[in-house]
């Protein structure tokens, strides 16, 4: 990941307000009601929540509007990099990140499921060390009339 990348991303992390959880609940964590705070929908273009979104000519204040410190964004992205490392780290081993287990996974369309959890794994193909084994045919029952030779049948 570049320092660019990271920056990026601490400094868009510290644009959205701690409170926020998404304009499909009615009201913040902060208990905010979004609709009445912004005078009605579409409440995202007028509310700081996140301030990327928000329209500077339509923008109204919120009393509980809380932005992740510098050293608070920096420190959520390294608690979300270690989390995708492990997460790649336990797919890697054939671990279900969800339910830890070990087990069977099943390609189904473009993803891959764990079946002991029926989680979404990720987007991808199954591995080779989680295909089921090939049904090979099994060998032939050996036939001595083939292999016979002469002077070996245990006759003198
Ligand atoms: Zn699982």
Redesign the pocket.
Known sequence: MSAARREAEIRKHQQKCLNFNGIMNDRCRAGIDYDEQAGGPPALKKLPCLLRMQDPDRAVACPSAHYPTREEAEAWREESSRHIREWAEEVGRGV?P??K?D?RWRQVGRCVY?E????R?YQGTLPDSKKPPRHEPPPLPFNSRFYDVPGESGMP
Request: net charge positive; hydrophobic share 10%.
């Open positions: 279900c969800n339910c287990k087990g764990c002991g959890c029926g989680h794994i």
